[in-house]
């Protein structure tokens, strides 16, 4: 059963910067597509960038040119650069496989104050 654990949120002032990162285990890692996700108070649950076993990366309109998803293998972790933040990137902000998903474990919270 592959697990997912998510790091990096805080507190952050609007324009700031953080860098996420999610540790997997219990699969192989390296075949996996693996997406970050965030939950916004009253919203549902988005996916807001995904990267591939083939290292292609995907994001939502809202955070294009903002956000960056990379990976790396060796460490089975995935990181999501996040620049420029807004007060609407505040979320709880989780990672998954983006198929054959795992349980959501508590994610990590992202606050922007402007």
């Known amino acids: 059963q592959v697990h997912f654990v998510e790091s990096g949120g805080g507190l952050v002032h609007l324009g700031g910067s953080l860098r996420l990162s999610c540790v997997g285990s219990?699969?192989?890692?390296?075949?996996?597509?693996i997406g970050w996700f965030r939950q916004v108070l009253g919203k549902e649950r988005e996916l807001v960038a995904m990267?591939?076993?083939?290292?292609?990366?995907n994001y939502v309109d809202s955070v294009k040119g903002r956000f960056t998803i990379s990976r790396d293998n060796a460490k089975n972790t995935v990181y999501l650069q996040m620049n420029t933040l807004q007060p609407e990137d505040t979320a709880v902000y989780y990672c998954?496989?983006?198929?054959?998903?795992?349980?959501w474990g508590p994610g990590t919270q992202v606050t922007v104050s402007s």
């Open positions: 219990g699969g192989v890692f390296s075949t996996l597509d």
């Open positions: 998954n496989a983006a198929l054959n998903r795992a349980s």
């Open positions: 990267i591939l076993s083939d290292d292609s990366k």
